[in-house]
């Protein structure tokens, strides 16, 4: 190497203020950053969810309305609303990232790392006009007389027998199993 390739010590001084610069820029995002906090409301305004710059659900509000709701919309709306929350917070941290730090490599890692853990939700599918399944009572078949088979010793062993008068026990039991 010659001479004339070496750095100058103006070179050098300029190269530590510009790494200064740098690292003061990444600890004023760090600092906007923990300080994000989005929150993204259900369309008939019954839930409410607000989520940190990590994420995580710091708040959670349900509307006195939901009582006594069907527990399975209330929770897929919860879930829409996070979803929609953390796309919020992907596009606020690709904001800050992009406004503090500019186009760096460092910046393009942080901001794949919120599109891969944050991605567009996808499409809700269209609802079922019928459920997929269908309750109905179950059926007893209709009791029958026992069969008394000839030689048999007990020939109605599927029979239930109660007392005709019921004693302290069926009183707490209420006519039920213990073992129910």
């Known amino acids: 190497m010659s001479a004339t390739d ?101 910046a393009h890692s942080i901001i794949e790392q919120y599109n891969e853990r944050f991605p567009d939700p996808e499409p809700a599918a269209a609802a079922p006009s019928e459920p997929d399944f269908v309750t109905t009572e179950p059926q007893v078949p209709a009791q029958q007389p026992p069969t008394i088979l000839p030689r048999s010793r007990k020939p109605d062993r599927d029979a239930i027998h109660q007392p005709d008068e019921p004693d302290d026990e069926d009183r707490f039991y209420q006519g039920k199993s213990w073992l129910v």
Do not use: H
């Not at 740098?22 to 004023?28: E, L, N, Y």
């Not at 708040?59 to 009582?67: D, G, M, Q, S």
């Not at 897929?76 to 500019?102: H, N, P, S």
């Open 6 to 106: 070496a750095p100058t010590p103006d070179d050098l001084y300029a190269w530590a203020a510009d790494l200064e610069r740098t690292a003061q820029r990444f600890t004023d995002l760090k600092t906007q950053m923990d300080a994000v906090s989005v929150t993204d409301t259900s369309t008939d305004g019954k839930i409410s969810v607000t989520l940190d710059a990590n994420g995580s659900p710091t708040a959670i509000i349900l509307a006195p309305t939901t009582r006594g709701a069907d527990p399975a919309t209330i929770a897929a709306e919860l879930m829409a609303c996070i979803q929609r929350a953390q796309v919020k917070l992907r596009d606020r941290i690709t904001g800050l990232v992009t406004d503090t730090v500019g186009d760096t490599g460092p």
